[in-house]
């Protein structure tokens, strides 16, 4: 089988490793989620499948073949990337900054063409931008400008999204539509990765999973065969109950008190 993304025994340090030889497989057209405590290198791992950060150790490979191999211009049109949530003064409307994400496919002060129009309104109607596409980019609320990012993505033309803490500052209905619409893209044939927090959401939205700890996967596959409690025990430091979801038959986890010392 031909993976859409290989990350074969990656690591990285910094003044101390971070990764530690990390092995993970992505399928073509599938939802994914990388799950794991603060610090335990999600993030670094995005920085360097985007080359953001330098590959020290391992390989990884797009479509089979090395991402060494690929330009700059050619790998952004097979991987998009969304970074972190950034404070973005700019104003820039919502139309410019999914412009943005053509330049890819353009030459040196090259202006939009047809295929670009055309690349960017879809982009817009996919994420349901359409409407407010001619407002000030700071204006929007956060779940608007995590559309605007997935958008700028989209206009990319990359078959492969990955994001970064995607969810984070945003309430649980953002948090849904946004979920909801990655998912909705895999349907189309995207291929989606991305860092998430809330492990009950990853559950809910990813066919796939992988859990790091200790800079290293610690389990990889199904949402039921990645979130147990003595998985999440592990990774986190932090004892749960793992539950069934009610409707959807796919691992929970609800959180209990712990007792303090006294003091």
């Known amino acids: ?151 700028t993505a989209l206009a990319q033309a990359a078959d492969i999204l990955i994001l970064d803490e995607p969810t984070t500052h945003l309430d649980i209905r953002y948090q849904v539509e946004l979920l909801t619409l990655l998912a909705q893209l895999v349907t189309k044939g995207y291929t989606v990765i991305t860092v998430l927090h809330d492990i009950n959401l990853a559950a809910l939205f990813c066919d796939h999973l992988v859990l790091l700890a200790d800079g290293r996967v610690l389990r990889s596959g199904p949402p039921a065969e990645v979130i147990t409690r003595e998985a999440i025990l592990k990774a986190y430091q932090c004892d749960v109950t793992v539950l069934s979801h009610p409707t959807q038959g796919v691992p929970q986890i609800s959180l209990t008190r712990q007792q303090l010392p006294h003091m």
């Open 1 to 151: 089988m031909m993976f859409a993304l290989s990350i074969e025994n990656v690591s990285f340090r910094f003044v101390r490793p971070v990764l530690s030889g990390v092995f993970a497989d992505f399928a073509p057209g599938t939802f994914s989620g990388i799950l794991g405590a603060n610090g335990v290198g999600k993030s670094t791992l995005i920085k360097i499948i985007g080359r953001w950060l330098p590959m020290q150790e391992g390989s990884i490979r797009v479509y089979n073949r090395p991402l060494g191999t690929f330009s700059q211009r050619d790998l952004a049109r097979h991987i998009a990337v969304v970074p972190q949530e950034q404070t973005y003064v700019t104003d820039l409307t919502v139309r410019e900054m999914v412009e943005l994400g053509r330049i890819p496919h353009q030459g040196l002060l090259a202006h939009l063409t047809t295929a670009d129009q055309s690349a960017i309104n879809h982009a817009l109607v996919q994420t349901g931008l359409q409407e407010i596409a001619e407002r000030s980019f700071s204006t929007l609320s956060g779940g608007e400008r995590q559309r605007v990012r997935v958008a």
